[in-house]
């Protein structure tokens, strides 16, 4: 009687797809691990320590390059205690008004912000500062929805691993206020010729109110827009207070 040889055949191959899957799950695993493991450790390190440079920066060094022109980061870390009220108002009266009472995300704003586009509309985004301070510390510019789910990731581990305070003081100390310009100090040299920690309510209202366009829109000698969001910021700064 012969042997049936069939079923071993299938068995053994049964057996490699298995095997081929389980190479396929433990590498997805240990990327998703590793991922987090260093993600975590990044974000505990710059609760402590000073952010040295941003993607960004990389970024646009690259894009000076390419284009023949001289390569620009003016960065220069300073604690939040030497930033002026003045400035740290100015952005939660700009960028986030719920910046101290949110865990993160401002899901009207958000809503709104999509809405708006929807119609074609050009208004404010619905990023918060936790969101941009994400984006800028860890990720690159674009709007894939890889970038902005990995924003949500890093949003919530810097919302609870870091203070109000601390978000703040990286957000302040990170983000582009001018073309090749970074940071709270930079942008006050840049800008005004002073000190953060000099800023007037109109000098600090006028670098928040060209974050939406640093690199078109100037701080000082300003266009009529710019002169216009001056003037609101610089209103609602007196109605802004730091609870951190």
């Known amino acids: 009687m012969a042997k049936k040889t069939t079923p071993k055949k299938r068995t053994i191959k049964t057996s490699k797809k298995r095997s081929i899957g389980q190479k396929i799950f433990r590498f997805i695993w240990k990327t998703i691990l590793w991922f987090n ?18 993607p960004l920066m990389i970024i646009r060094a690259i894009e000076q390059k390419s284009d023949g022109k001289e390569m620009i980061c003016s960065h220069n870390w300073v604690p939040i205690e030497q930033i002026s009220p003045n400035l740290q108002k100015a952005v939660i009266s700009s960028e ?20 708006g586009n929807q119609k074609g509309k050009k208004i404010k985004g619905g990023s918060t500062i936790s969101q941009q301070t994400a984006k800028n510390v860890f990720l690159w510019q674009g709007r894939s929805y890889l970038r902005k789910g990995l924003e949500a990731y890093y949003t919530v581990l810097i919302e609870l691993l870091w203070s ?7 957000y302040l100390n ?35 109110a060209i974050l939406p366009n640093p690199r078109k829109f100037k701080a000082s000698n300003s266009s009529n827009y710019i002169n216009r969001r001056k003037a609101t910021i610089s209103k609602y700064i007196g109605y802004t207070k730091l609870d951190y």
Not at 164 to 170: N, Q, Y
Not at 185 to 195: G, P, V
């Open 164 to 170: 109000k305070k601390r978000i703040m003081e990286v």
């Open 96 to 115: 986030d008004g719920k910046f101290l009472e949110h865990n993160g995300f401002d899901f009207k704003s958000m809503q709104k912000a999509f809405e």
């Open 37 to 54: 493991i260093i993600s975590v450790f990044f974000v505990l390190l710059y609760r402590f320590v000073p952010v040295p440079f941003t």
């Open 174 to 208: 990170s983000i582009e206020m001018g073309d090749g310009v970074y940071g709270a100090q930079a942008a006050s040299k840049y800008w005004y010729h002073k000190e953060a920690k000099n800023l007037s309510r109109n000098e600090a209202a006028g670098i928040a």
